[in-house]
């Protein structure tokens, strides 16, 4: 039976445990560049014993940012930024991840403390892109740009982008490298056929709608080596009628393990406005479960994981081989090792020296 504190092999690359941040957007870069607020938020969660944190969506072209504080690696000057701070979470013994990611039509919109919604061109807004030209609007609404359709060499650029970005990734030192292709961003869009509506070879059935994903892996595995292991992020249902299935991703997560992925980080939905989220512990754990049977391939849970015997019990069940906890490392950077403090490992778990004496049981103050 496995635990949560063992420790995780993904090709030559070891996490200290099955604990992990996921990419979560921050919006405080300058023009895609990382700075101390990145290495604050993502050094803390390292010291806190993480076994892997990951670096926010990252974009690789400045018109696929989400924001325009969204983190980029399409140029070489952003490189050293992104290295210090996977120094950083290395010296503290975690693994240093990566996300690259496109917005697709979800582009050029603000942070969300300012609306969330499109930045106009007069107010440095760009034109967005996507599968088809649908916006991302609600019903009887109007709040975002209507994307250009992409053409095949604009579907060729993007996946270039993306290898660059790759190779700068393994340039500055990070050691896992994750594709988004969940949450309604260009990937993913072209995989749902709630908003992939082409008649080229890059839409229609499952195999033409899983074409640039798959493509862009076999890429990425052509640059990213191979000692590195290479996870996706699938939003592995829509939660909406008619759109991408659970079936769908068992599908296309084995096609994902046969092109030299190593892990599926299991999310749902945001493909379309108005969809219904359920709610409650674990929620999305069951799709992580499903990959990793159906799939045969390790999967990473999220989904409202806030407690220490919760988590334990996905990785002791064998309902994932990681959870990445992002609200409750938001809360408590050092949630890896008040879970030990509960659990009774605190055995398992080193912490820097300069804490470690003062923190651990016996020490007089």
Known sequence: MTDLFDPLNLRGVTMRNRIGLPPLC???????VANDWHLAHLGARAVGGAGMVMVEATGVEARGRITPGCMGL??????????????????????????????????????????????APEDGGWQAIGPSPEAFDPPGGALWHTPREMTVDDIDTV????????????????????????????LHSFLSPLTNQRGDAYGGD???????????????????????PLAVRLSTIDLAPGGWTLDDSVALSRLLKDN??????CSTGAAVPGERYPTGPS??????????????????AVGHI?????????????????????TEMMRDPYWPFHAAQTLGRLDRLEMPPAY???IRPGHDA
């Open 74 to 119: 399409w140029n070489d000057d952003q490189i050293e930024p992104l290295a210090h701070i996977a120094r950083f979470i290395e010296a503290q013994g975690a693994v240093s991840a990566i996300q690259l990611a496109h917005a697709g039509r979800k582009a050029s919109a603000t942070a969300p403390w300012h609306g969330d919604c499109t930045i």
């Open 306 to 326: 806030v407690d220490p015997h919760q988590a334990a019990a996905i990785i002791h069940n064998g309902d994932a081989d990681m959870v990445l906890l992002g």
């Open 206 to 228: 499952f195999a033409g709608r899983s074409r640039f994903v798959l493509e862009t892996v076999q890429a990425l595995r052509r640059v990213w080596p191979d000692s590195k």
């Open 26 to 32: 921050q919006y405080m870069a300058e023009d895609g």
């Open 260 to 265: 030299g992925v190593d892990l599926i980080d």
């Open 159 to 186: 996946r270039q982008a993306f290898t660059d970005a790759a190779r700068r990734a393994d340039e500055a030192g990070f050691r896992l490298l994750e594709l988004h292709a969940a949450h309604g961003y260009l």
């Open 356 to 358: 470690d004496y003062v």
């Open 283 to 300: 929620w999305q754990v069951p799709y992580a479960s499903r990959i990793r049977r159906d799939a045969d391939i390790p999967t990473a």
